[in-house]
């Protein structure tokens, strides 16, 4: 789960949403890759304690979650790793993992080998992705119709939401099937966000009832394909399409960017959602 943008929830709804979040995960134990400005304050202080508590890993996602699409130089991208760490590093759920901000891991081979060289000196490891998804788009729909109409029937957006996370999930499944021979230990990406807030629930549930275990993050991150660094520029993506990239076999069912919000917004639309 990423970002910890509490701010984006709507303030009458934020309380119960962030309690919310942690009760829909229950046992499973997440990781959580927040964002320093995000938590870099009182309330961002206490969700994080929170977290802790509950026993999920709380990762590095930068300070101001600047992308590396070339406007932050990889010097000032690596010093807003170690802002955050100075930020993260007092809590006890705190884990040297990092996250690239939209999985962008550099537009070239050289910025790409750079970041790689850095976080392995300063202990960190790189919590990939399997399965991609844009459920912040889903999120800023919902959000954009609750400031127009207070009273919208959230629960309109539960079925869409959880069939564009099924399509995703079958989709980098059967890819990595078909470029490793195998499905993985899948890590799905997902937002700290008043949609999930409302349907966690009931997407791991699906999940649950499609035949699929829910395990921890720890023991998702311990699968082996989570040592592997694709050779791809631009870098990142999913983990499985920089595998499949990597190939060379699978381009026409590869597109870039892998997930974005102008796949999503023609369904939505004609959803009037």
């Not at 007092?90 to 962008?104: E, I, T």
């Not at 920089?242 to 190939?247: P, Q, V």
């Amino acid at each position: 789960m990423d970002d910890v943008q509490w701010q984006m929830i709507p303030a009458l709804r934020r309380s119960e949403a962030e309690q919310r979040l942690l009760e829909h995960l229950g046992k499973a134990r997440a990781f959580l890759f927040a964002r320093g400005a995000c938590v870099d304050n009182e309330h961002g202080s206490k969700i994080l304690r929170q977290w802790s508590a509950a026993g999920h890993s709380i990762g590095n996602h930068t300070y101001n979650h600047r992308p590396l699409l070339g406007k932050i130089t990889p010097e000032e991208f690596e010093q807003e790793i170690l802002q955050t760490e100075d930020v993260l590093r007092p809590y006890s759920g705190f884990r040297k993992w990092f996250r690239f901000p939209l999985l962008k891991e550099g537009q070239t081979r050289e910025i790409r080998d750079r970041l790689r060289v850095f976080l392995a000196q300063h202990g960190y490891r790189n919590g990939s992705v399997t399965i991609d998804a844009s459920d912040w788009y889903y999120d800023q729909r919902l959000r954009e119709r609750l400031e127009k109409n207070p009273g919208q029937d959230v629960n309109l957006y539960r079925d869409s939401y959880l069939n564009h996370i099924w399509d995703r999930a079958q989709f980098y499944d059967q890819l990595s099937r078909d470029v490793l021979g195998h499905s993985v230990s899948h890590t799905l990406l997902i937002h700290y966000n008043l949609l999930n807030s409302l349907f966690l629930g009931d997407l791991l549930e699906m999940f649950r009832s499609k035949g699929w275990a829910i395990i921890g993050a720890d023991e998702a991150f311990s699968d082996p394909v989570f040592e592997r660094q694709p050779d791809t520029a631009p870098a990142g993506e999913s983990l499985i399409w920089a595998l499949a990239k990597e190939t060379g076999k699978f381009e026409s069912r590869l597109r870039y960017p892998g997930e974005d919000d102008v796949y999503e917004k023609p369904s939505l639309d004609r959803l009037g959602l």
